[in-house]
């Protein structure tokens, strides 16, 4: 099973000196650029399971797992999604970088890690729904969400079908800059050719070698 990304904007008014703060990590029936739903209910039972562990979904920095930066203190579902309340750890250094640049409005985004457990798909409109997801982290992050939906994907490198798609990854999942990014795939084209018919496939495998350095 791989791993998928959703963003979606947070109100930064609401974050407070203490560090606390609380926005939505989903927001239900909005079409993302990728045409897929969250479902109301999505969440309950990977929630209900670890309120049962006693822990919550981890808080990290852009998806990094060996950055955690707080924690949630109230993570559940409403009528709008996902509500989360959580903590920044001030005293690390990432924790107070974060909490800053939340004050200033430069970081804009929450974003959830997840695996789909259930879904379904519409053949005439072409809609995903993910109907059953088990939540794993819920990033701050920095990449502005979708305006309209206030939802928007990230594909994860099993994904990935484009040069384009590569590009957003890098940056987006692995924290490289956009020129940093652009140089990988020049590289990486430059070692496997420019041939049409496989050029995917050896981009893909090539970017699969990179997800240990990037994560």
Partial sequence: MSRKYYDCAFDVKAINDDGTF???GSVFGNVDAYKEIVAKGAFTESLHSLKNQGRMPALLWQHRSGEPIGVYT???????????????????????????LMKMKALSGLSI???TREDSYDKVTGIR????????ECSIVTFPANDSARVSAVK???EIESLADAETFLRESGGYSKSEALGIIARIKSV?????????????EALKKLK???R
């Fill in 22 to 24: 609380e926005g939505y």
């Fill in 74 to 100: 109230d993570m559940r579902e409403d009528d709008t999604g996902l509500f989360v309340r959580g903590k920044l750890a001030l005293k690390t250094a990432r924790g107070a970088e974060a909490h800053e």
């Fill in 113 to 115: 890690g997840f695996v």
């Fill in 129 to 136: 729904t993910l109907n059953k997801v088990d939540l794993w």
């Fill in 156 to 158: 994860n490198i099993d």
């Fill in 192 to 204: 496997h050719g420019r041939s049409d018919s496989d050029e995917q496939d050896k981009l893909l």
């Fill in 212 to 214: 240990a350095s990037i």
